[in-house]
């Protein structure tokens, strides 16, 4: 997808900083962290938004969430805990228009989240 910027990272044509990476899926650091851990998870393929991920491949939506807990494990926050966001659309915040998940953790959250 032309013009993506999340395309553009999961290609290697942006840089990121990169937290894991697999053949179908990128892990990289937000650059404006919102947490003292703060990655985001994204499929390689194009997908948009939330509303599309019938369109992603089953195994890949697998692969996203399994490798979540690895995440917290290996970053040392499965005990305390941590926030799994996805922002869809303009009402939910979304600005960057490839679908990835927020994993924020190393903090106590808040709820609700305004
Ligand atoms: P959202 O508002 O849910 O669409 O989230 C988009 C996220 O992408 C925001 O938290 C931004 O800080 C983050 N972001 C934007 N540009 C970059 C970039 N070049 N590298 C890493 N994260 C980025
Ligand atoms: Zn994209």
Redesign the pocket.
């Known amino acids: 997808m032309e013009n993506c ?1 999340f395309c553009k ?1 999961a290609s290697g044509e ?1 840089p ?1 900083k990169k937290e894991y990476e697999s053949d179908n899926i990128l892990v ?1 650091h ?3 962290p919102q947490a003292p851990f703060h990655v ?1 998870i994204i499929p390689k393929v194009h997908i948009s938004s939330m509303n599309q991920i019938g369109d992603l491949n089953p195994d890949i939506i697998k692969e996203i969430f399994l490798t979540i807990p690895k995440l917290a494990q290996q970053n040392g926050i499965s005990e305390k805990g941590y926030r799994l966001v996805n ?1 869809c659309g303009d009402f939910g ?4 228009q490839h679908i ?1 998940f ?1 994993m924020l953790g190393g903090r106590h959250m808040q709820w609700p989240p305004g």
Request: cysteine-free; proline content about 0%.
């Open positions: 910027l990272i942006i990121s990289f937000d650059i404006t985001l922002n915040g979304q600005t960057v990835h927020h």
